[in-house]
């Protein structure tokens, strides 16, 4: 069976899902159609690697989607093409310094919009030895590579962020914050969100889990204030960073527990409220909480079905009607999906 074949008919299983879950909320009319990832050309910006055995006899070994953990080069297809040179040139680099650098695997983070990348090492934290050597030889031989850090050494090497370039913005994402890691798909769940919002009238965006605030600052204009929360400082840290760099004023990014953060924040009923919550939903103590301050609109984003349709009969049963839906594959092979859903309060 073709890699197309197989992704059509996967396909199909997930637009089945999507639509018995539209039902159970009695919104499956406000559905068009699944967008689909472009897969023949790599569509992944994040993959990891691992290496087995010890420096004599050694594998290194990659995960494809579909067959599960393969020999490396058997996973490099979900990559772009500057993508799989780049992890070939690390692989060779690893397996030459074996001897005397043992890496028990690396992670791969490529930029979006550029040719840019960086590489996380795992290294035994009881070795004792530095790997300053090793990251700057790779960062010297490999011309796209940007930077290395090794976490259980405490080293980073070369720069800790990636410049990502998303509908001609430029975000800035340390290499342990969360980013979108589709390729493809990325600008265009940000251009929907935003052209949803260009139709909104609200006065303030209110960003819980904002990540490095992709969407808030991507909606944003200069006059728009945001106020942005997530519990990972170095999130907190990029989003802060893209502020600054975009010139925006009237933008500040908390570090806390959202739910926390909550307890005591003023919501006003000319807010957009935009959530993008963990794969397991938000509590539905967070949805009362918003629910209770009455703001307009809310923009629920969410990777996962059943916990964002789980969420979404919540928003119904506090006053809010869903005004559009938007699926997009962002995670193909999977049992991911990337829903964008937008929220009125009733009058």
Not at 66 to 71: K, N
Not at 166 to 194: C, G, H, P, R, W
Not at 300 to 316: D, F, V
Request: charged content about 25%.
């Amino acid at each position: 069976m073709s890699l197309q074949t197989n992704y059509t008919r996967n396909l199909i299983v997930k637009t089945e899902r999507l639509k018995l879950g539209l039902a159970e909320i009695s919104h499956e009319h406000l559905y068009s159609a699944l967008i689909p990832t472009p897969i023949t050309k790599g569509y992944r910006s994040r993959a990891k690697y691992k290496v087995f055995g010890n420096p004599k006899s050694f594998s290194i070994k990659g995960t494809d989607p579909i067959c599960g953990e393969v020999p490396y080069e058997d996973s490099l297809w979900v990559m772009p093409s500057w993508g799989r040179k780049l992890v070939v040139q690390v692989v060779e680099i690893i397996s030459d310094k074996l001897t005397h650098f043992w890496v028990d695997g690396f992670e791969v983070q490529l930029a979006h919009g550029n040719k840019h990348a960086h590489i996380t090492l795992s290294v035994k934290r009881q070795d004792r030895k530095s790997y300053a050597e090793l990251a700057e030889f790779m960062l010297d031989k490999i011309s796209s590579l940007e930077g290395v850090s090794i976490p259980s050494k405490k080293q980073d090497m070369g720069k800790s962020y990636l410049l990502h370039t998303i509908d001609k913005k430029k975000f800035y994402a340390q290499y342990a914050a969360f980013f979108q890691s589709n390729a493809s798909l990325t600008t265009k769940l940000v251009k929907e969100v935003t052209y949803q919002c260009e139709k909104l009238d609200f006065y303030r965006i209110l960003d819980l889990y904002c990540g490095v605030g992709l969407f808030s600052l991507s909606i944003a204009e200069n006059t728009t204030p945001v106020l942005g929360v997530d519990i990972n400082k170095r999130a907190i840290d990029s989003a802060r960073l893209n502020a600054r760099k975009m010139d925006l004023g009237q933008v500040s990014f908390i570090c806390s527990p959202v739910e926390n953060f909550l307890q005591s924040a003023s919501i006003g009923t000319n807010d957009l409220v935009i959530i993008d919550p963990p794969r397991s939903g938000c509590p539905e103590s967070l949805i009362h909480i918003v629910s209770e301050r009455k703001p307009d609109f809310i923009c629920s984003i969410s990777c996962a079905l059943p916990s964002h349709i789980r969420n979404l009969k919540q928003w119904m049963r506090n006053s809010y009607d869903v005004q559009s839906i938007t699926a997009l594959d962002m995670f193909p092979f999977t049992e991911y999906l990337e829903t964008v859903v937008f929220l009125q309060r009733k009058n």
